[in-house]
């Protein structure tokens, strides 16, 4: 695995990228060797904040943890993400094995006990109008959604502008592999 520690606001020490790294090294063993891990330590002014992202074969878990120190922020995040692993151990299993279609199918219909369904309880259509980046965030305000879809004016894709834990705002935007 490989990581990359930064800092926003300060320099991490050099115990906590050792920190780091071993606390990294248990989550390891669920990715192959070609995963990637960000770590950002953010210094704000009542507490520390840890963001920590592993990204391997197209997936993405995230966790942000703040604390009075950043070695325990990290700790939190890195429980977190084994957490959303565990807890999405048998879809990972399908999404991450290299094997054939009758095994993963047999082993996913062997773990039905273990896995909670998705349930889509509600299905809505959506009138996607060019709109601004903008005019969508203030659509979503008034909505008062966690996050808006709209068709962006000026690139005319979808995109979604969603509300961050920060109090910011942030856009996805599709990208092409």
Not at 49 to 67: D, H, K, L, N, Q
Not at 99 to 105: C, E, K, L, N
Not at 152 to 160: G, K, L, R, S
Request: glycine letters at 4%; aromatic letters at 6%; proline letters at 2%.
């Amino acid at each position: 695995m490989k990581i990359n520690i930064t800092g926003r606001k300060c320099t991490p020490r050099d115990s906590f990228k050792e920190h780091a790294e071993k606390k990294l090294s248990k989550v390891a063993r669920f990715f192959d060797d070609d995963a990637d891990a960000k770590v950002t330590a953010t210094v704000e002014k009542s507490c520390q904040i840890v963001e920590v992202t592993v990204a391997s074969r197209g997936m993405i878990f995230r966790a942000e943890e703040s604390a009075q120190n950043m070695n325990e922020a990290l700790d939190d995040c890195i429980d977190s993400i084994i957490r959303q692993i565990r807890r999405n151990k048998t879809r990972l299993e399908k999404r991450l094995r290299t094997g054939d279609f009758d095994a993963i199918i047999a082993e996913a219909e062997a773990a039905v006990d273990e896995e909670e369904p998705y349930e889509v309880v509600r299905t809505k259509a959506v009138v996607l109008k060019p709109e601004s980046v903008e005019e969508a965030i203030l659509q979503m305000n008034l909505l008062g959604h966690m996050f808006y879809m709209f068709r962006n004016a000026e690139t005319a894709e979808i995109n979604v502008v969603y509300k961050r834990n920060d109090g910011g705002y942030g856009v996805l935007v599709p990208e092409v592999e």
